[in-house]
């Protein structure tokens, strides 16, 4: 099917920047593609989903329009773009798909990567 494996994360000051990567492998064609977090004590939330041309997104309103998906099919590869970090973006960032459209739901993917960790020190 699809197997993903997140990576980018780290720690950073506020007000920095990161960029997130999920590598694809198995099946990728066809998906779309989701970022989630989930911070300490906290439900997992939804970031940004982007459709598999890469033509369609939306983001999250707790982002702020601070980040941004993106993704370069070539290399199987799906980015989110953090900018402009607060503390309370501190969370494990999933990367998840799905064959089909676009959902915002994390019960409406299929396959998830593990996670990476971004920490946002203030």
């Known amino acids: 099917q699809v197997q993903l494996v997140e990576s980018g994360g780290g720690l950073v000051q506020a007000g920095g920047s990161l960029r997130l990567s999920c590598a694809a492998s198995?099946?990728?064609?066809?998906?779309?593609m989701g970022w989630f977090r989930q911070a300490p004590g906290k439900e997992r939330e939804f970031v940004a989903a982007?459709?598999?041309?890469?033509?369609?997104?939306y983001h999250g309103d707790s982002v702020k329009s601070r980040f941004t998906i993106f993704r370069d099919n070539a290399k199987n590869t799906v980015y989110l773009q953090l900018n402009s970090l607060e503390s309370e973006d501190t969370a494990v960032y999933s990367c998840?798909?799905?064959?089909?459209?676009?959902?915002?739901?994390?019960?409406?993917?299929?396959?998830w990567g593990q996670g990476t960790q971004v920490f946002v020190s203030s």
């Open positions: 198995g099946r990728p064609f066809s998906t779309s």
């Open positions: 982007v459709n598999w041309s890469g033509g369609t997104t």
């Open positions: 998840a798909a799905r064959y089909g459209g676009m959902r915002y739901g994390a019960i409406e993917y299929d396959y």
